[in-house]
């Protein structure tokens, strides 16, 4: 494994500038698959209006605060999702470089993180877990682990057990209920978050997206009272959260599990 031996400043400033960079990337990729428009052409531009941003308009985080958070030619409001997307590209860039430094594992668990936000951000608005971000992040995820801590056969096993257990989760609750509890996704997001955590990883990864799941449900079960429990609930958020909470603290999470008991 290939490690830029740099002092903790200059690593975390480095990984700081570089998520923050690509959050705006990220951005880009989630409102045009909303949107149905390629991410490619044309350059940044104002939905509105079609202004084309300067250099100084698509600084992340900054522009939005030197314009106010409005477009520079036609002073419609732009959507907080931009910096907040970028601010936590930037954190969980840094936090990863902390834990594993300028690594091949720190490369790696980065690529798989910006599919992971981009994804979860395109389910909180649609539902929709894209196979283009699941498939390609599952042969990532398991080509990837050779460098992880737990290696490939525990990311190997991880991927098949988590989506092993979460398919029949769902057919399970299609039998008894008649309706699908979990989407195919979900299953398939669980290909990359298994092989990110490995086997070790599944229990406390699952557990803690099923609490944060449960609080933000009621926020759903009140916005959609008239469907009541069968309100439709993004999962696959909180799943990439779960799993990004295991591959930062994994070791210290299982240490405060067993110390419970």
């Known amino acids: 494994m290939y490690t830029l031996q740099l002092p903790v400043v200059p690593t975390a400033i480095i990984a700081l500038i570089l998520g923050l960079v690509l959050g705006s990337f990220y951005n880009v990729c989630i409102f045009r698959y909303l949107a149905g428009t390629s991410i490619v052409r044309p350059g940044s531009h104002c939905p509105a209006c079609g202004h084309v941003l300067s250099w100084w308009e698509n600084i992340p985080v900054l ?5 106010r958070g409005k477009c520079h030619s036609c002073s419609l409001k732009i959507s907080w999702q931009y ?5 936590l590209s930037g954190f969980l860039a840094l936090l990863l470089a902390l834990r594993f430094g ?4 720190w490369l790696i668990y980065m690529i798989l993180t910006g599919m992971l936000l981009v994804g979860s951000m395109i389910d909180l608005d649609s539902f929709i877990l894209p196979d283009i971000i699941t498939l390609p992040g ?15 056969t525990s990311a190997l096993i991880g991927a098949v057990a988590g989506a092993g257990t979460f398919l029949l989760i769902q057919q399970t609750y299609r039998l008894i209920k008649k309706i ?23 229990p406390i990864m699952i557990f803690s997206s099923a609490m ?11 916005r959609n009272a ?36």
């Open 212 to 222: 944060a799941a449960l609080c933000v449900s009621l926020f759903y079960l009140k």
């Open 102 to 105: 300028l690594s091949t594992t």
């Open 138 to 152: 599952a042969v990532i995820a398991l080509a990837g682990s050779f460098f992880f801590p737990h290696g490939f």
């Open 226 to 261: 008239s469907q009541g429990m069968k309100t439709a609930i993004p999962f696959g958020p909180f799943l990439s959260m779960g799993a990004m909470l295991y591959v930062l603290w994994g070791k210290e999470l299982w240490d405060i599990y067993l110390g419970l008991f």
């Open 63 to 67: 522009s939005f605060l030197l314009l």
């Open 83 to 87: 910096p907040l997307i970028e601010m």
């Open 180 to 202: 699908e509890g979990l989407g195919t996704g979900d299953i398939k997001l669980m290909l990359v978050l298994g092989a990110m955590t490995g086997w070790q990883g599944l």
